[in-house]
């Protein structure tokens, strides 16, 4: 069964550093998406993706986070500039084009701001 | 604005006992909603949905939810719980008109052996 994978599993990073999550969605998906989960708290949505462009975004989503499909597979967040709030684990998600645009996840990655 | 609401942090039942995970929720627009559930370590792992059509949703490893328009709950259900059901169940609706999935807080279900 095809399933969304994410890399690394785990990343650790000063603070003031910039870091790159990558996923690869689900190959047939259209439609992507960032959520975060701070350790204890509700998984949160970050952005969602569409036809090379951001289709909504939440108020998390400010200017330090950006994404990119760099080619035809990889689904990138980047933080340019993190913080000790910024860690959280990351999940993206993709998902088809039916009516109910069913979300699939990955494993997520654990990043810890230091 | 769209919510989701999990009364209960955790949820104890014995195994072989039926459970309930509760989920109410707020959308203004037509509702899609769904069930997750995270394994320790693990990602969010879908279990099943409501988008239309009959109010009981069967999903993967014999859950079941029931969609009530009036009450706006979508309660998680099992007739029969498993020690291996023990983990952490996210009630998520999304509205019809927006990508994004709005996640409750979470309940952590422990199944006692």
């Known amino acids: 069964e095809p399933e969304v994978t994410q890399t690394p599993s785990h990343q650790v990073t000063q603070m003031g550093q910039e870091v790159i999550l990558r996923c690869v969605p689900i190959?047939?998906?259209?439609?992507f998406y960032w959520y975060r989960q701070i350790l204890g708290q509700k998984v949160e949505f970050l952005v969602s993706?569409?036809?090379?462009?951001?289709?909504?975004k939440s108020e998390i989503f400010d200017d330090q986070f950006s994404v990119e499909r760099p080619d035809g597979s990889n689904f990138t967040l980047k933080i340019r500039s993190t913080k000790l709030e910024d860690s959280a684990m990351y999940f993206c998600?993709?998902?088809?084009?039916?009516?109910?645009?069913?979300?699939?996840f990955g494993p997520g990655t654990r990043l810890t701001v230091t | 604005a769209q919510s989701v609401a999990q009364p209960e942090d955790q949820v104890n039942v014995a195994e072989g006992n039926p459970l309930t995970v509760k989920c109410t929720y707020s959308?203004?627009?037509?509702?899609?909603l769904f069930w997750y559930v995270q394994y320790p370590n693990r990602g969010l792992q879908f279990l099943l949905k409501?988008?239309?059509?009959?109010?009981l949703v069967k999903g993967s490893y014999g859950f079941e939810a029931e969609f009530n328009k009036s009450q706006t709950s979508f309660h998680l259900k099992k007739p029969s719980a498993l020690v291996s059901d023990s983990a952490l169940y996210f009630c998520?609706?999304?509205?019809?008109?927006?990508?994004?999935?709005?996640f409750g807080k979470g309940t952590r279900l422990h199944i006692l052996p």
């Open positions: 998600a993709s998902s088809g084009t039916g009516i109910t645009k069913e979300q699939y």
């Open positions: 190959s047939n998906h259209l439609y």
């Open positions: 993706f569409y036809n090379n462009e951001i289709s909504e």
């Open positions: 959308v203004s627009g037509n509702p899609y």
């Open positions: 409501y988008i239309t059509g009959d109010n």
């Open positions: 998520a609706v999304r509205d019809g008109r927006d990508d994004k999935i709005i």
